[in-house]
């Protein structure tokens, strides 16, 4: 605030010349305070929200590295279940979640049953949240919310 005071004489200081002493100068000094103040008030404002502005920004990107970081990280221990699971089940489990495919049409391409296809796929849901219950810090509905059953 003391640097307002000290502008406000500078610029009544440099506009001397321009000052009518017929005039008052407390009103004309008053005025010059006081668009100072309301500058000085509205660029504390402006700094705030760019700081906000900024802060939040620098937030969001490390949340986004960060969430990029884990969801990579699941997707390894998604892989690394899959990877352990029996040749047909795992052939049956990608095709459905993985590849999107109905079961009939998996049964139909595989010469199995659709209730086979159904075991199957039961059958590595289970293995895949066993191995993630031992393998990974998160809850398992939510896990297999975005990585298995929404594929």
Request: glycine share 2%.
């Amino acid at each position: 605030m003391g640097d307002i005071f000290q502008e406000i004489f500078i610029r009544l200081w440099e506009l001397r010349s321009f000052i009518n002493p017929d005039l008052s100068l407390s009103s004309f000094f008053y005025t010059m305070a006081r668009n100072r103040i309301f500058n000085y008030f509205r660029d504390i404002d402006i700094d705030e929200k760019v700081k906000q502005i900024l802060s939040a920004q620098a937030i969001t990107e490390v949340e986004a590295v960060d969430s990029h970081l884990i969801y990579a990280e699941y997707q390894k221990i998604l892989q690394n279940a899959i990877g352990q699971l029996p040749p047909q089940r795992q052939r049956v489990f990608t095709m459905s979640r993985i590849e999107c495919m109905p079961h009939k049409g998996i049964a139909a391409e595989l010469n199995i049953s659709v209730n086979t296809v159904q075991e199957h796929i039961s059958e590595a849901i289970k293995f895949i949240k066993a191995y993630f219950n031992k393998n990974a810090d998160i809850s398992i509905n939510l896990l297999l919310t975005v990585f298995v059953l929404y594929k």
